[in-house]
């Protein structure tokens, strides 16, 4: 059964803090007739109109039909006469079932009634009666919901014995302890708040907070409940009747009328089906009505995707990486495009991206969150799925077309399982909680070389030593909550290891750990880099980081390479003013570590509205008319270093120790 | 919880296991539910107003015999006595005797729980074999809002039949199939074919909700970082989904499996007394209304059991699929 507690929502809560009840309470009716507006809300209500409706009307318009005893026509089938065809005395089962709608839904809100009514006594004990009690009251509601509510209304109906009372009490306390449940989680998510606070210094009992402060709060969130309960009882109710244990004739409801017809289906199945159906419906009419409600007061909010509709590439007018003398690089990128959905429809974060990855060479891959570099990392690794969409002049690993095969063929698979190694951000979420480290990485030696789980496993060990993770043999055998951060991180490494990578793409590797780990984990880097002559594609937001380990920096702006130069370099010669603002965001050496750091002003651009010229021009001191109206492009100097700006390498307009470079500080 | 700092002596790791802790914490929290369970079953007689003996006997029984009744089955004892006396009978296995047929109650539920487990078992297999591949399979078709039409499909149609209490589910499956199409029979347990209809009715409801809560959890795990670390090792698809993500999913699947699996025990009892099924359902329904206690008392102690012991299973289970639950817990 579904639990709807409002405690998720606590605005749902405050807002009402300072309401009158009688707003309070408008307010509520208001959210639930417009929760009901829906189409399915539409279909809930009509349907629990219509049932309360007959149980009111259905004994006073037809009471006398449904009891009148036609001898000339007993346990006969449908007929134009009998509708759905009489019982053994002769009865029209149709008005029959009409009728027994106000004795079945009376009594199941009666015992809905009863239920919530002992179910918040219960539930509001432990704050009422204290620790002590209260942690008794909290155990007996545990134990008593471990059992299924049908068989603790049996339970009762022994105590209070075969019959309409003990029925009601039976299914009422049989469903005591589900809201006490209910209750309880609720007063504790509202006894935690201020006003509840606010009303115990001013010396409030605990039952006048209850009944003043508390019980009005959670009221709604319980009469969702109560009416999603409501069809359960009605359904128990039907139960307990169908067994004997219920309604006895001459009275009569739809569980004592499926009783009857039941034992004459073969003669008149309409007997048995008739009420059966309007169970299921009355039921559903409950159920419906409190869960649309529950959903509009906030419980679920529907999963719903956005749906995906492809467009066509935007053609990136980039000159591609030239001149670069790499024979045959790792990895070759040209104009490479990712389509994501957002939330108003599919966008391009990364728009016509192109470089070239040497073998061993360490690229270093910059720019702001947003900024499409990640993106970028992953469609490299073919690791972007539908709806999201890769397209690109070329892609190329290894000298392997990726592009046009997007690894459906095996012989790709295999290629970048064992070649291309992925480590990611957060080694806490991408190490799968459930397997054992080693079997996580013998994975790929299994996959993909056809190695036995012995040999992958000597494998998953060697390399987890060559990833200084200590005690390796120990370790694989462990599972990754046994793991230290870094040493998780260490873990992705070597996962990133297994086969014999040309390339290894790290994405942000470091920004989930703490500052000492972080060196340590980029030493790694470096290290395996220099042993084993794995190129390295690492992504970061932090430009240090990229200089101190990588050969060549990429600095990426709005999707797009704004400069591509030899991190050697980058103190001295960066020419893009993005890229001189991300270094001067840095403390340096000379600067003050006291000051504040500084920060670029302005935000990044939404990859839903590029501008059409250059991205930066908001941001940048150097922008002008020609900036804001024609998008530079990237071009090659001749020596390998590229630039995308119009006004590349010239001085920034105040330079002062104090203000920074055309960089506001922090506020 | 070991970290990366774990301390090298064995025994002292075995001492701080977690797992010793959760035995002991679960042993407890049994022992509790148990307690709780007897007592109650054991105070269920005298809650009921008025003397069980006279409600049982009728009202034109003569006095002696209810007054040798009441000696026999020693209600004119001190209230602690009895209480004591009861929970030794049980342990010795002496649960009373019926107080119109005069078979002892243990022999009652020996001839009758196989049959009530019988189908809440297949029932269960059903359930999981059945729900699993079609809630996996479900989650990989409308992944990522791909089959916007199958999915549509699957959760109405799943709504609708979760909707339909089994006992219900029963008098349709016995309309359509027993009455309508002749296939099967439509009541008692005879041949092979007999199970068809209980074992149905039992499971088409949580098979529905069960099938919709793997998609729905398939779906979150299939989002998760290391699912993605997985298509990073270029593992086939199935392979992915099977080992990385059912596992995963499997956690929230157990749990909502176990609390169906009790529901189950409690559906055997509507759904036998729709199909003269002979197991304990049936007995005890009779039995209240024929007022005959000890053997109600006898039947809901079972049922008790049954319950609190399919809640242990569970969560021995979890704790065993998922390493971190058990240390979740403490
Ligand atoms: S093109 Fe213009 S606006 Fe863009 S970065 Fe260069 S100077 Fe700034």
Known sequence: MQVFTGVERPESLSRWRSGVRGRRWAAGLGRWGQALRSPLGLVAATLLGLVLLLAIVGPILWGERADAIDTNALSQGSSSEHWLGTDSLGRDIFYRVLVATRLSVALALLATAIGVAAGVLLGAAPWLLGRRAGRFAVATINVAVAFPALLLVLFFAVIFGVGIRGAVLAVGLGMAPYYARVTSTLVAGVSGRDFVAAARTVGLGRTRILLRHILPNIGEPLIVNATLGAGGALLAFAGLSFLGLGVQAPSYDWGLLLNEGLNGIYVSPAGALAPGVTIVLAGLAFNLTGEVVAKKVGLRTANVRTAYSPVPPATGDEAPAAGRPDPSPVLEVEDLHVTVTGPAGPVTPVRGVSFAIGRGEAVGLVGESGSGKSLTALAVAQLIEAPGRVDARRLEFQGTDLVHTRGRAKGIGRLLGTSLGVVFQDPTTSLNPTMRIGRQLGEVVRRHLGKGWGEARARAVDRLRAARVPAPERRAHQYPHEFSGGMRQRAMIAMAMMGDPALIVADEPTTALDVTVQRQVLRLLQEIRAENHVAVLLISHDITVVGQVCDRVLVMYAGRVVEDLPSSELRTAARHPYTRALLAAVPGMKADRDRPLTIIPGRPVDPAHFPPGCAFADRCPLADDHCRAVDPALTDDGSGRRVACWHAGEPLPVVTEEDSVGVGEAS | ?330
């Open chain 2, 1 to 330: 919880m070991t970290t990366a700092t774990a301390t090298p002596s064995a025994l002292r790791g075995a001492v701080e296991s977690p797992w010793v802790g959760f035995v002991l914490r679960r042993l407890r929290r049994l022992l509790v539910s148990l307690w709780v369970l007897v007592t109650a079953a054991f105070f269920m007689i005298h809650l009921i107003p008025g003397d069980p003996v006279r409600a049982s006997l009728g009202a034109t029984a003569p006095q002696e015999l209810v007054e040798a009744r009441r000696e026999a089955l020693g209600l004119n004892d001190p209230l602690w006595q009895q209480y004591t006396d009861y929970l030794r009978n049980l342990l010795t296995g002496d649960w009373g005797s019926s107080m119109t047929t005069d078979v002892a109650v243990s022999q009652i539920i020996a001839d009758r729980l196989p049959a009530t487990v019988e189908i809440a078992a297949y029932a269960f297999v059903v359930i999981m074999l059945v729900a699993l591949p079609v809630g996996v399979l479900m989650a990989a078709l409308t992944r990522g809002g791909r089959g916007r039409r199958t999915e549509l499909a699957f959760t109405s149609s799943s709504v609708v039949v979760a909707a339909i209490p089994d006992f219900l589910l029963a008098v349709g499956l016995v309309y359509t199939f027993g009455v309508s199409l002749g296939w099967v029979p439509v009541a008692g347990k005879s041949t092979v074919e007999s199970y068809i209809l209980p074992v149905l009715a039992l499971a088409l409801g949580p098979m529905a909700v069960l099938a919709r809560i793997v998609r729905v959890e398939m779906l979150t795990v299939l989002d998760a970082d290391y699912i993605r670390t997985a298509r990073a090792k270029r593992l086939p698809a199935r392979w992915i989904y099977l080992r990385h993500a059912l596992p995963n999913a499997i956690t929230t699947t157990l749990t909502v499996g176990g609390l169906l699996l009790g529901g189950l025990v409690a559906g055997t009892v509507l759904v036998e007394n729709v199909l003269a099924w002979p197991g304990l359902g049936s007995t005890i329904v009779s039995s209240i209304l024929s007022k005959d206690y000890p053997v109600v008392q006898g039947i809901v102690l079972v049922y008790g059991v049954g319950v609190l012991v399919i809640n242990l299973v569970v969560d021995v289970a979890l704790a065993l699929l998922d390493p971190r639950s058990a240390i979740r817990e403490s």
